[in-house]
Structures are given as C-alpha cells and as structure tokens.
C-alpha cells in the first residue's frame, strides 16, 4: 500500500465557481481521483454543459445553481447535496468576484459589498455549512481558493485583495477551531492565471509586461496548474496539512 494516498474514491466535493476556469478544471481533477462532485456557479446553463463533460468522463456529478453571495442559496445547494448525497467530505470554495478594476479612490459602496458578498461572506457560509456536516461525520477537507493578492494587491485590485486576505485569515480561523474535529481546512493561492477573470490583465500588455517581471517562471499559469495542490489539500495525502497557505505562482511571492 501506498505511503501517499491522492485517492478519493465515492469522497463527495463541492465546487464553487464551477463553470469555467480554475473551478471547473478542479472539478474534472477531483472527477479524475474518484470524487462524486456538486458543481455550482450562478448560471445553471453553463453548469449543465460542464456536467456533461464531467458525465462522459464516467463522473457522477449534481449541477446546481448558487450565488455564494447569498445565504438561501447556500442553504439551499447544501439541502440538495443531503437528499443527492448525504455527506460532504470536501469542499473548494472557488467562487470569486472582481467587479471594479481601479483605483482604490473610485470603488462605490454597491461594487465594495458585491467583492466582499461573494469573496468573504459566500466562503465563510459555505465553510461554515460544510463544516457542521464534517464534524457531525468526523472527517472532512475544506480548500479555500485565495490568490496572492493576499499578500500584495496589484495595483487596481485593492478591494479584491482585501477580500483574499480575509479568505486567509479565515482559513487560519477554521484550522485551529476545527482541527481537533477532525476538520482540516487549507488555502491555495494562485498567481497569475489565464481565465475570463484576469483577461483584461493578460491581454492588456502594459499590465502584462509588469507582471511577468514579478515571476521568476517569466509566464502565467494555466487554470489545469492549480489543480495538483487541490487535490493534494483534499486527499488523506495531506492528513497532518492544516491551516497551510499554498502559494502556485510561479514563484512571485518568493
């Protein structure tokens, strides 16, 4: 028997911000180790189309809307995860928003409570009511998807770092309360990824060209790169990995 343990045959994974980019590709990686997964993101169209794939992969898979934003929705999803399932051994909170790109000066009150809705409040409720269903079970993995804007907020993206340096301490929070639950709870922070979501950074080549000085690897990541630390955060591989923060950048945080 294997000393390092990535399978996760019948284990049930939620992922948020499910649709597309890194959340889908995290879904397909978990589909790929034996994972039954609940994917969800706000529009159950493009949910539906991921399901399909996930289904000729030979996955089993609950597609379900859910804007983490908003507290019903998460009860909700989490509702038809217990008729569907009746567990949940891990979940990736994914889901993010950015919806103002500018300076910290500009930002609006609406734009401000949308960032900090989705990034901090919707991770929170969603660890929150994983969490309770994990320790009644005895076991369980929570991945938070941060970003290295965390550490450092890119210019333009001051709000959206604040709201990933939350997620952080957040994960600490949960951690050393849960632990000894039997609950272990990590964060992955990637840098710079080619998704809808950092579009305007990648194609803006003045933006672009800053960035990549930052990286020592001189290039960005692909959304299929992030997935390895998930899974490794999710697997009994990391039995004794709690509270960690993972940085996959490249090596711009070094």
Do not use: W
């Amino acid at each position: 028997m294997s000393m390092v343990d990535f399978n996760l045959k019948d284990k049930v994974a939620v992922v948020t911000g499910a649709s597309r980019g890194i959340g889908k590709s995290i879904a397909m990686g978990l589909v790929e180790q034996g994972a039954k997964v609940v994917i969800s993101s706000r529009k159950q169209d493009a949910l539906d189309e991921v399901a399909e794939e996930i289904k000729g992969m030979g996955g089993e898979v609950l597609p379900m809307a859910c804007h983490t934003g908003k507290f019903e929705m998460i009860e909700a999803l989490y509702e038809a995860v217990d008729k569907k399932f009746g567990r949940v051994d891990i979940l990736v909170n994914n889901a993010a928003a950015n919806p103002y790109f500018g300076d910290v000066t500009g930002i609006n009150e609406v734009l401000y409570d949308k960032t900090f809705d989705v990034n901090t409040k919707g991770y929170f409720f969603m660890a929150q009511n994983a969490a309770k269903r994990m320790v009644e079970q005895g076991k369980g993995a929570i991945v938070n998807i941060a970003s290295i804007a965390a550490m450092s907020p890119p210019p333009m993206q001051g709000v959206y770092g604040m709201t990933k340096a939350a997620v952080i301490a957040m994960t600490k929070a949960y951690a050393k309360e849960l632990g000894a639950r039997g609950v272990r709870t990590n964060a992955v922070c990637p840098g710079l990824t080619e998704t809808k979501f950092a579009k305007v950074l990648i194609e803006t080549e003045s933006i672009y060209n800053i960035a990549l000085q930052s990286i020592p690897m001189h290039r960005h990541a692909q959304p299929s790169e992030i997935v390895g630390a998930v899974i490794y955060l999710a697997s009994d591989a990391s039995s004794f990995t709690n509270g960690a923060i993972i940085a996959v950048d490249g090596g711009a945080t070094t």
